[in-house]
């Protein structure tokens, strides 16, 4: 088992940036990928970007490609998702998500709203 908290969501305006975190705790070293996911209004749930635990090699959506950054901090068991040049379309609430083995898991999620 493994739990998820995300953090960081917010209101931020085009252009800007925010900041995601998402904390892990149990059995966190048995996580073979952490990815973030978003959901946008009367959308399916879409990966944003993933992270592997073994080698720290990492994939990006099209559409976030260059604007975000995924990051890991090993000794926290903390993902991280650096939002750059922020879009109204990035609008939605952003999951993080973990696999162990062939189960995933999700965090509560957090929303993230990009407006004037």
């Known amino acids: 088992q493994v739990q998820l908290v995300e953090a960081g969501g917010g209101l931020v305006e085009p252009g800007g940036s925010l900041r995601l975190s998402c904390a892990a705790s149990?059995?966190?070293?048995?996580?073979?990928?952490m990815s973030w996911y978003r959901q946008a209004p009367g959308k399916e749930r879409e990966l944003g970007a993933a992270?592997?635990?073994?080698?720290?090699?990492?994939n990006y959506a099209d559409s976030v490609k260059g604007r975000f950054t995924i990051s890991r901090d090993k000794a926290k068991n903390t993902v991280y998702l650096e939002m750059n040049s922020l879009k109204p379309e990035d609008t939605a609430v952003y999951y993080c998500?973990?696999?162990?083995?062939?189960?995933?898991?999700w965090g509560q999620g957090t929303q993230v709203t990009v407006s004037t």
């Open positions: 998500n973990a696999v162990l083995g062939y189960k995933h898991y």
């Open positions: 149990g059995l966190t070293f048995r996580i073979v990928i």
């Open positions: 992270v592997t635990s073994v080698n720290g090699n990492t």
